[in-house]
């Protein structure tokens, strides 16, 4: 019933590498079936001005995608001259997401920015990027202990994302395009450690839904995200 | 324990008043507590480019804060040359969670833009935009029917958003500023006509959440959405 | 004669409305007939850079309209990514003619902006902006003395500002829309204290002018601006 | 008393060339002092969208100073992204003077761009633009008529402004910079024909004026305004 | 006495790895030691306007970088709002060089865009960009023709690009970054089949060169453009 | 055979006219036949902030066209809110190549702008502005030396620039826009003395070239340059 042969219940293939880029402190690229991100984490040692002398770091993340990522090519935002709303409102959701699994008084005033950047789309490409993200901020926070910069560990459990929609009715888990482009309800879930909520956002354009469907969706995500925190885990080796 | 007094399921007061600028198609200014927002709507006999010739209608918003709506002066988005990622985030929110109640092909290729612009702020402004905006929505589309260019109300039910949040450890309905802006969790609910969902947005920027709080979130939400629906059958002489 | 049935030196009804908002150091919303303009005066305790340490305070001001504030929808400037032309123009104006009735020496290096909305149009926005600016203005000071923190008034008079034009070969008083999108000439005159010149801004597009037109003009101007320096005066309570 | 030693009511040296590009339809190279500013006028056979089958033409100006046509080297707008506010309030009013001028019927659907580019400033290079601008804008209609697509003269008299002041207590006539960046009125005055006004624009920034000192300066105007008017003449060999 | 050991007239490692995104109508990775370029050829059956109806197709190819490309992290161009002026200045470099391997009349009425995004950077972008940018610009074509929608081969001959430049004294073949940021004299070389010249760019920042050791540059190109040759030609499978 | 009716290896007529604006430290006005380029040299004593407390100066340009340069009216890069690829790619190109023969360390630590505004435009504009603008930097730095605050020479010997191109077939030197816009290969050539070289580009869009054909192309650019450079000591009264 789903284009792509999968179980309701079915996660596309996962596979983080990591180490992919030689100058950022940490990096992986993660793939969720056809959807390719890569990820850096960016390692600077000075804050935001409004948290300067507060002994607190800052995680902030930028997500872009390359032009021809998708089925037909769009326009670079760059070139357009701004970053369109939807970039804007998920490299918001991204920051936000990883910042929650930060312990900001132990890693210092310093500041890590995690870029993600699509290098091939099919569904999904925020939730790849919150899990991905993480895999590279992990990497450049272990440099940081190793090194003696950092003596607690700032990070207090993985966060991993997935989407879970209402395709052809039915309650299914991580969408593909083929999928996300004809769902009535489409979710996506942020977790920390498989088991607390980060951030829920289910949108409906045209269908609506019941809280019932929701506790249904949210079943889903947890399998997920549980599957994904085990890939994260490996890659990190951890 | 809250800060204005208020029950832990307590709204602030309500008022919408209609009818508020003569050139609008439809216009209310919406009063939550200290926010207020005013809304107007207004009718193009044409499409996006994408929808020409699909015999569907579109329903579109945007959304702005005067400069000193808020406590302290904010820069003048125009002069800044841009808009924020917040007003962006907001404004396609409340696109899509007006559009989820409506009948596009009962609507026919015109196209409604609704402006919700924020006069005052203190909390909860895209809430009331989305709950005001509907009002608007609502009354272009009356004038619509009356005039007898639309017959079947595009109206499916109407759409109202609450903002609930976990302070001071407490689930609580209506967040104002002084709440939000210390408010551990924080999340926005769009319903259709009471009872059905159109978005859930919960955010953590610190602390997580669980499942079960999360249920009674949405149990404030729903009592909160229905004192909304009430207020907006009352404004629009319904 | 005149589309709205006014004699040729009658005002329309004039309302100002203060302490509109609750977060601005002053406010009101000021009527002149259709034209509604909410202004804001914002205090802050520093002054831009070229006045650092001069002694001097500052005065200057915004303006903006709504999208629907007119007869159809004009875009959004913040979503143009800039202020237009007409909107530079008149806020430069507005500031200039403010500043004139302010002792920047009195007012000591503190800067007060006035953001002047115009939430629906009708002919002469910047005249009004300019006299509810000014009421916004006082308000503002008058909370600065009170508390002690300027001990010489700094605002020298009331600043009030009319537009006059030729209409069906006529010279009118407070020109409404109808009237101004077909006069062949059109003035602003900004005056202090209602006998001193600010500004006189004189236009012909198609029509030129004598200067016998502009001495009837410039007679008219007088009679609204003590007509509108008696509502300031009412509305600041002196 | 002038710091130029002139008189009261004297001009600065006019100078016109004319055909000074070899691109432009109509061009000249105006000097008035030390402020020379360079205008070109070219011709399009087309109109704006809003002038489409209206049978008018249209006249509209575009400004632009030398990045060191200043004392010290002023920022070049391309490099800053936008024009400011005083750029885009200085091509309105060339525009406006220029169009107030010119008969949009006889000119027929095409529109004519006068560009004025300030090589140096001394003060007034409004007033030198709109004047150069008008011998330009002459010369390509001149062009025009010779070739037979315009059989009667759309121009209908010379356009000319000048620059008056209140400067040391003095009303004087055409101010340079020394007068200019102290005057305490500075008003600008655009004639058509010597003896129509087209558009008076006196601001104070802190002092005042009564209208008997405007009246005063438009006394001057109108010699200053003679003077430039018999200049134009002579270039254009009329 | 090259940083990294090699002879002289050494290029780095050489890899081009095609079909690298399910999207792209043709693609490669191209990796020239540590620099990385991932290149799509886009394909639409359309032209831009001032080619319409000209029976003439077109080529054209954008660049960018990923903000960790580099050593320290770089502000990623759609946030700042424009390309930088090196970006620009690239991107029309890769399109011309393109072009001129490009029979246009057999290409027929359709664009190929090549973009090219670095995803790690060691020196010699521009020129890896170019040379992988040739890869994927082939696969696209190659496409067309198994089509049938392009008899006659457009593509004329391979364009490949290498650098050279002074380093410590001594011309040297395919500057690393290392090499690059202390070269005297930096050079690029874009070649048609591996002996007619595209386009030649010699820069001197403070040493500057004679035509002797502009030959001696040319010499080491030539014999690096033939080995990129053979590596794309081994790649398309040629 | 050339549209001019020049010889093969015959320059445009050059003409240096210096001092033409009263407020730049250098200025001069150069004409390569119908080229016209007004060059400005801007003083500051402050360096941009990466060479803050180096000891070097610093040289940088701008360059610019006036919109009816051209043969049809371009539009205005300050209305457009941006200055174009082209413009981006020549200015660093003047910059390069001036620098090129400074002695930044003779310098000291400020900071010369040399702006280039095209007035008329017919080819060879960027090599008009490289010449002219380096002899109102020479001219600037003479006032420097005369005023006793720079003592050894910063200057090391003359820069100029001209452009060669096949056209027809044949070597050219000096190309004007006719041959231009039809030349097969197009090349700049910019050079110090008059026997170094500082920058050679050589691009082909359709035509490629030969080593062969790229020395013959040096042979003319070192006679056009040798002729130009006698112009620059003549102009500068050395």
Same mark, same amino acid.
């Given at each position: 019933?789903? @284009?792509? #042969? ?9 596979? /983080? !590498? ?18 390719? *991100? ?8 000075? *804050? +935001? ?17 390359? +032009? ?21 409102? /998920? ?17 210092? !005033?310093?500041? /890590? ?9 099919? #569904? ?10 993480? *895999? ?19 990070? *207090?459990? @993985? ?5 879970? #929609?209402?395709?052809?009715?039915? @309650? ?20 920390? #450690? ?12 045209? =269908? ?22 085990? =890939?994260?885990?490996? =890659?990190?080796?951890?």
């Amino acid at each position: 019933m789903r @284009p792509s #042969g999968r179980d309701i219940s079915e996660m596309r293939p996962i596979s /983080i !590498e990591t180490g992919v880029t030689k100058h950022a402190e940490g990096s992986c690229l993660i793939r969720v079936g056809d959807t390719h *991100v890569l990820c850096t984490a960016s390692l600077e040692e000075r *804050v +935001p001005p409004f948290l300067k002398n507060s002994g607190l770091g800052w995680v902030t993340a930028e997500y872009g995608m390359l +032009p021809r990522a998708t089925g037909s090519r769009m326009r670079r935002e760059a070139a357009q001259g701004k970053q369109g709303g939807r970039t804007v409102e /998920i490299q918001r959701l991204i920051g936000r997401s990883l910042r929650a699994g930060v312990d900001r008084v132990a890693l210092g !005033e310093r500041q /890590i920015t995690v870029d993600c950047d699509v290098l091939q789309a099919d #569904g999904g490409t925020r939730c790849a990027a919150i899990t991905g993200g993480w *895999v590279a901020l992990r990497l450049a926070v272990n440099a940081l202990m190793k090194a003696g910069d950092v003596t607690s560990d700032p990070l *207090v459990a @993985p966060v991993a994302a997935v989407s879970c #929609g209402i395709y052809a009715g039915q @309650p299914v888990l991580d969408l593909d395009y083929a999928e996300d482009s004809r769902a009535g309800v489409d979710g996506n879930f942020v977790m920390l #450690g498989g088991n607390r909520l980060i951030e829920v956002q289910m949108s409906a354009e045209g =269908a609506t839904y019941t809280r019932d469907q929701m506790g249904l969706l949210l079943d889903l995500a947890e399998k997920g995200v549980n599957e994904l925190a085990a =890939a994260q885990t490996a =890659a990190v080796g951890g």
